[in-house]
């Protein structure tokens, strides 16, 4: 480890500037005689302080969540260093789950939720289950979903939108490009309830009068 510097001052100053200094003794001791983890927690404890451990702790703390692999850990920690520079970051993101992704491509959803819940708590989830409460709806598609992620930032969000229309159910099949009223009745009784229908209740009434012409009844 020290053949390389000049000095113990120069190995520390090393030492020091590595975002995971444990992981750094422990690979850089080579094969034959590897270094263990413990014994480079010690050796960097002892060098530079408590203070250096911080990044190595969190890396535990990330490899503690199901799903989450080494690589895809050591990737993340190649972004994002520390626990605080990580929870910068995905509080400033609009969909922090896919922004895990986007930065790990083989990690999916379901571990990404896990680790945005570890760093910024349940409250941050919001969007999440936005995204989710809509992928649930009975026959609304995965791209129909995705077409009101891009418009509405959250349930009330989307709540409000659908409000201001006068025929809601037209407002979700034409922002989701849907063939027919059936799944974007469902995507507004799921936010509004069946409150939410009156328009369409009224509109089936007036269709379903004989002899008047759906274009006379629009």
Known sequence: LLKSYRSMKAFITALESKSDPVEWLVNGSGTTRKLQTPCAIRVVETLAGQAALETHKFRDRLL???GLTAPVVTKLLGVTPTEEELASILANEKDPVGWVQTQCALVSRIPAKALVKEVLGESNLRYEQFRERLFSIPGFSPAGAARLLAVASSEEDLSA???DQK???GWVIE???LKGRRAGAAVVVEFLGQS?????EFREGLESISGLSPSNAA
């Open 64 to 66: 503690s969540i199901n």
């Open 175 to 177: 922002t989701c490009s």
């Open 167 to 169: 025929d809601p159910v």
């Open 196 to 200: 939410g229908l009156r328009f369409e």
């Open 161 to 163: 939108k659908l409000c």
